[in-house]
């Protein structure tokens, strides 16, 4: 059964950092691009970032590109979030999430997102002063 775990989410306040980490089990990682994204209360869930399943291709939203990186250890069969700089629009629960597309080198977490099938339930992120 594929699973995700994430966790490193808390309460940070503004320009702290966090790193978050996807934890897969049922499945290896490189057999699937995997993304993350957020969502704040009231507002509708947003791709964060990617990683292929090759590990080359990344993609970064706008709104976190230079602020957040990417990266995985195969052996842990985990992904991390490293979130730099944070601010209070960063505040929401992230999720990742695993699409078992072809592409080795591609990734998008552009809407539509439905080709992500397996989603993990979230860490909660709050940044306040």
């Known amino acids: 059964q594929l699973q995700f775990v994430e966790s490193g989410g808390g309460s940070v306040q503004p320009g702290d950092s966090l790193r978050l980490s996807c934890a897969a089990s049922g499945f290896t990682l490189d057999l699937y691009t995997i993304g993350w994204f957020r969502q704040a209360p009231g507002k509708e869930r947003e791709g964060v970032a990617c990683?292929?399943?090759?590990?080359?291709?990344?993609m970064y939203t706008a709104a976190v590109k230079g602020r957040f990186t990417l990266s995985r250890d195969i052996a842990k069969n985990t992904v991390y979030l490293q979130m730099n700089s944070l601010n209070p629009d960063d505040t929401a629960v992230y999720s990742c999430?695993?699409?078992?597309?072809?592409?080795?080198?591609?990734?998008?977490?552009?809407?539509?997102?439905?080709?992500?099938?397996?989603w993990g339930q979230g860490t909660q992120v709050t940044v306040s002063s």
């Open positions: 999430a695993a699409d078992p597309n072809l592409y080795p080198d591609f990734c998008s977490v552009a809407p539509p997102v439905d080709h992500y099938i397996y």
């Open positions: 990683i292929s399943r090759s590990g080359k291709g990344t």
